[in-house]
């Protein structure tokens, strides 16, 4: 099946190759010799079979280009050479090939010592003439040739040549280059003086940067915030799937409802976590853009930001403290409620039952005031970082304030749904 697949995409290129071949005898049959080579040319492009390699050169003799044909019968001969089965392409080829020698026009393009500058280049036609090429006999087809010389810092140069098609043999010496001329440095008038820069009436734009980036927050923690409760939403529905399988206190009566409800508490948990972590980002990206916002200093204003930014590092400092220990001790809370009723929360009587419920309450409780504590002050840390970074105590501020960034802080006890048997 692969096989037929692949000669399927590998045959419309022989197809067109074969058309145009068909195409160019055509032609030459009816004189048209410039079609019939583009048409030659295009079938080889496509299937670079020796006889479509001939049939071009061939074309380009008839066509009297002699050096592009000798050129196409020397490719075809080197194609076939040491091959017993194209002995006779091999032999057509140097024939022909040796019979046109004497037909072929050359083109030397003289490079002397004192015009070979550094980064000169050649072109003949527009098409680069290697530097190996120069002032060398080069066999070309007749026509009229445009030979044009650059290099950085001087004058280009060009000229134009006509050669034969048959037998002629003509050379370019190229000149010796002329230096462009550099420009004079500008030079300030006489007797005027700069005018004078009054640095204390310059526009301070860090009011409308801070309102600008303090809408993007805005606007990037409300997408945050609607995409946590929207997975809030779907934690959730599983958990009231769980309920519905296993009843409100999630003892289940056979092992298959058991392991189908397990998998709805851990979905439920999984969502919940990303529903917490997410909605808590947004949170405070709209509490840093709103500040951001609100607090756009004033020019008069803004010797206090760094005394209302400290205050806010230190508030918020202490909400984030607060936040991690809590976390941290409804972790340990979640903790011996495993230890005491197995990692699947599958309590083996009435009093483990209770206690265990009194420990995955104790942990939802702690998880949660974490969550806003620690939301509280990565907002408090934000704001107080942006408001010390963006004010000055002694002058007023450039345009290049600069907005420092706070890291954040994951707390591994964010959030908890209870799960299991509990």
């Known amino acids: 099946m692969t096989g037929s697949v692949s000669s399927a995409r590998a045959q419309p290129a022989s197809v067109q190759a074969e058309q145009l071949f068909r195409q160019g005898k055509k032609l030459m049959g009816e004189g048209k010799l410039a079609e019939a080579c583009k048409a030659f040319e295009g ?182 915030v609607l995409g946590g409760l929207a997975v809030g939403y779907m934690a959730q529905q599983k958990w009231s799937e769980a309920k519905d399988l296993c009843g409100a206190d999630l003892v289940c009566d056979s092992d298959a409802d058991r392991a189908e409800g397990q998998a709805l508490v851990d979905a439920a948990r999984t969502r919940g976590n990303i529903s917490t972590i997410v909605t808590g980002a947004g949170v405070a990206a709209v509490g840093v853009g709103a500040a951001l916002w609100l607090t756009a200093p004033s020019a008069e204003a803004r010797p206090k930001g760094k005394t209302a930014g400290l205050a806010s590092l230190v508030v918020g400092g202490g909400a984030l403290t607060g936040g991690l220990l809590l976390g941290y001790s409804a972790r340990e809370r979640w903790r011996e409620a495993q230890a005491l009723c197995g990692s699947d929360n599958f309590c083996d009587g009435p009093d483990n039952f209770a206690r265990g419920q009194e420990l995955a309450d104790s942990a939802r409780f702690r998880g949660n005031l974490s969550t806003v504590l620690t939301g509280a002050g990565v907002v408090g840390v934000g704001l107080g970082a942006t408001l010390w970074f963006t004010s000055t105590s002694n002058r007023t501020e450039s345009s290049s304030a600069s907005l420092r960034l706070v890291p954040s802080v994951t707390n591994d006890a964010v959030s908890f749904v209870l799960g299991g048997s509990l």
């Open 43 to 224: 079938s080889f492009r496509k299937d670079e079979a020796v006889t479509t390699l001939l049939n071009l050169a061939d074309c380009r003799e008839k066509n009297q280009q002699y050096a592009s044909a000798w050129g196409y019968f020397l490719d075809a001969e080197r194609k076939t050479r040491g091959d017993a089965s194209q002995a006779s392409f091999n032999r057509t080829a140097r024939e022909r090939a040796k019979a046109l020698e004497a037909k072929l026009s050359y083109l030397i393009i003289n490079v002397p010592a004192e015009s070979n500058i550094e980064g000169l280049a050649i072109t003949r036609n527009g098409l680069p003439v290697d530097e190996a090429e120069w002032n060398t006999d080069i066999p070309v087809d007749g026509g009229e040739y445009v030979i044009e010389g650059k290099a950085p810092g001087y004058e280009a140069w060009s000229t134009k040549i006509s050669v034969s098609e048959s037998g002629d043999k003509e050379s370019v010496n190229v000149p010796k280059f002329r230096q462009r001329p550099t420009a004079p440095a500008d030079k300030p008038p006489a007797n005027v003086v700069p005018p004078r820069v009054d640095r204390a009436t310059d526009p301070a734009p860090v009011s409308s940067s801070r309102k600008t980036m303090g809408k993007i927050a805005v606007a990037s923690g409300g997408v945050l």
